[in-house]
């Protein structure tokens, strides 16, 4: 079959290679029956100010990781991702929650992360597993469970709001690095996205544990736990759509 590539279609948004099988699927997408394990910890501040790119500040002293199995996604299909994260704003222009570390399965959604919102994503292996009356949440990077969390299962009914108070872990704030080919910054944001559509069917939520383990590819140990909190399981789904540029390092104004 003939074709050609016309620069109209290499400039437009969504834009995607290899030229004949594109690997970023354009927005927006789907993640359909989502499993998600989400466990909650008191750290350190100074270790949050550590990891915390200017001007960033955070807005308290808890950890959120969320884990998930996601079952039906569009482009990408069945995989498992892990957000490691801790409520942080931007003032007077955005409150969110920035990711530190990010862990997943898939090359697709490593790819799309990295080159679209700026996610410090790596390949690894989250998992979530039920046995008996208990949940349990592993992320396995190099052999080793770099985390491990626990809860009873189905407990306690809760609602998705409740996590929404501890902060607003649905709007992702992230640090976008991409240099020239020459070595020159090319882009230094602090961007954010939101996702829509979000329906919750059901969630839970009761006391957890979270164990972590020193990786020097996977450091969350970086964020120690201090307190273990609650956790919360939740089945839904969302849909990933455009976010924007909160802060450009380049901008000679910023």
Same mark, same amino acid.
């Given at each position: 079959?003939?074709?050609? /590539? ?23 997408? /789907? ?19 550590? $990891? ?37 704003? $931007? ?46 949440? /592993? ?37 976008k690095a ?7 910054p090319a882009?230094?944001q602090l ?17 957890? /544990? ?45």
């Open positions: 079959m003939a074709w050609k /590539t016309r620069k109209e279609d290499i400039v437009k948004g969504g834009f995607s290679t290899p030229l004949d099988a594109p690997m970023i699927p354009p927005f927006p997408f /789907t993640f359909h029956s989502v499993e998600v394990m989400t466990l909650v910890w008191r750290t350190d501040v100074s270790a949050m100010e550590a $990891l915390l790119p200017e001007p960033l500040k955070p807005t308290g002293d808890m950890v959120m990781a969320h884990i998930y199995k996601m079952n039906d996604t569009e482009w990408i299909g069945p995989y498992a991702e892990a957000n490691i994260m801790f409520g942080a704003e $931007l003032p007077g222009v955005a409150t969110g929650a920035y990711s530190p570390y990010l862990f997943l399965s898939t090359d697709i959604g490593v790819a799309h992360g990295r080159e679209i919102h700026g996610q410090p994503k790596k390949l690894a292996n989250p998992e979530i597993t039920f046995r008996g009356d208990l949940i349990v949440g /592993t992320v396995e990077r190099n052999g080793i469970d770099i985390l491990t969390g626990t809860m009873a299962y189905k407990q306690q009914r809760a609602d998705i709001s409740e996590l929404s108070e501890i902060f607003p872990f649905a709007t992702n704030i992230n640090l991409i240099d020239h080919i020459d070595g020159t882009i230094r961007t954010s996205r939101s996702l829509a559509d979000v329906k919750v069917n059901e969630c839970w939520r009761g006391p957890c /544990t979270t164990e972590l383990r020193p990786n020097a590819q996977a450091p969350v140990h970086r964020l120690p736990v201090r307190e273990m909190l609650d956790g919360f399981f939740w089945k839904g789904s969302f849909t990933l759509v455009p976010g924007r540029v909160l802060y450009d390092y380049l901008d000679p104004d910023a």
